[in-house]
C-alpha cells in the first residue's frame, strides 16, 4: 500500500474528515484507524465464517465509539 492509498481503517472512520483541524481529533481517528486495521487483517486472514462476523461487529463498534469520542471532543455548551 502506498503512502497516497489510505488503509481500510483511515477509510472507516473518515481521517481526512476533520474541519476544524483539531488534534484530539486527528488522533483519535488514527487511533480508532489503527486499531479496526488490526481487526480487519484478521477478518481477510481468517477462514472461519464466525469470525469474520465477529470482527465485523468489532469493527462497526470501533466505528460507532470513534463517532462519538469525536462528538465529545468537539462538543460546545
Same mark, same amino acid.
Do not use: H
Given at each position: ?14 481521517? %481526512? ?8 481529533? =486527528?488522533?483519535?481517528? %488514527? /487511533?480508532?484507524? &489503527? ?7 484478521? &477478518? ?13 461487529? =468489532?469493527?462497526?463498534? /470501533?466505528? %460507532?465509539?470513534? /463517532? ?5 471532543? %468537539?462538543?460546545?455548551?
Amino acid at each position: 500500500m502506498s503512502e497516497a492509498e489510505p488503509s481500510y481503517g483511515m477509510k472507516a472512520v473518515g481521517i %481526512t474528515f476533520n474541519p476544524s483541524g483539531d488534534i484530539g481529533v =486527528a488522533l483519535c481517528k %488514527t /487511533m480508532a484507524a &489503527r486499531s479496526i486495521d488490526q481487526i480487519d487483517e484478521i &477478518r481477510r486472514s481468517s477462514t472461519s465464517i464466525e469470525q469474520k462476523r465477529l470482527c465485523s461487529i =468489532a469493527i462497526t463498534q /470501533m466505528q %460507532t465509539a470513534q /463517532m462519538w469520542a469525536v462528538k465529545a471532543l %468537539t462538543w460546545k455548551d
